[in-house]
């Protein structure tokens, strides 16, 4: 069995505050974007994983992948199987590749071996591997609070834009981007700014770990700032190291980072 986990970005993330388990309450928009990895999955003797395109070593105990297929089969004892992985989605960007390939393998060895589990199922279980993971089930536009587990349908259709992402060759820890952050605050309700027209948005839609990012590495504010200055909107994606636009129409920019075009 084959699918294409897919992408998302983050249209604002606010970090509303710190909470009593550790984590962080938040706020942000996740929007599923067309540019995918592979994965396959096949019954087979033995289990192996094996990743192709782009390659990092990850312990077992921290691929989501590997992590995903072992939850099923603690709860559901799943025959053995061959995973095959193309990543094409960076590491570390902000784009959840990682939590895309959790949900898709939850997904599909439901399916594979026909465990019969519902939505709501899938999204307890995903929950238990990263806050991200729920999302990726159902793959519409939401809102989401909490430490990311809460979730509320959206409206939001960016249909026939083009999206410029930009992908320095960085890697970020979500924990050290956390640690970097300062002064939280309630702000401005996400929903009703999502409302407002897409040029209106850079006026009042932020993602929290943008300063601090591009104070640890003002080396790659000048590209961010020209993409601003040409598009909708721009942000940082999650708390990774990818940038993105939304423009109406795709353009010739000179951009010093790799990048890639997809039209949403």
Excluded at 87 to 92: C, D, V
């Amino acid at each position: 069995m084959i699918s294409f986990p897919n992408a998302k970005i983050n249209i604002g993330l606010h970090v509303v505050s710190k909470r009593s388990d550790g984590f962080h309450n938040i706020e942000s928009c996740l929007y599923p974007i067309p540019f995918h990895d592979v994965l396959e999955i096949v019954p087979a003797d033995k289990f192996s994983y094996h990743q192709y395109g782009i390659k990092k070593e990850i312990p077992d105990s921290e691929n989501l992948i590997i992590r995903s297929y072992q939850l099923l089969e603690k709860k559901y004892r799943l025959p053995e199987v061959e995973i095959r992985l193309i990543k094409n989605i960076p590491l570390g960007s902000g784009l959840g590749g990682g939590s895309s390939n959790a949900a898709s393998t939850l997904q599909m060895c439901n399916e594979l071996f026909h465990l019969n589990l519902n939505s709501s199922q899938l999204k307890e279980l995903a929950l238990e591997l990263g806050s991200d993971c729920p999302f990726f089930i159902e793959n519409e536009p939401l809102l989401v609070s909490g430490r990311g587990e809460d979730f509320k349908p959206n409206k939001l259709n960016l249909s026939g834009f083009q999206l410029i992402l930009v992908f320095p060759e960085l890697e970020i820890s979500t924990k050290k981007a956390f640690q970097n952050l300062q002064n939280l605050d309630s702000g401005r309700n996400l929903e009703n700014e999502l409302s407002k027209p897409i040029s209106n948005w850079n006026e009042s839609i932020r993602n929290d770990f943008q300063q601090p990012f591009f104070e640890a590495h003002p080396e790659l504010k000048t590209d961010f700032d020209f993409i601003q200055s040409k598009s909708l909107y721009a942000s940082l994606s999650g708390t990774g190291s990818t940038f993105y636009g939304i423009f109406k129409e795709k353009c010739e920019l000179d951009i010093q980072q790799k990048h890639l075009w997809i039209r949403l």
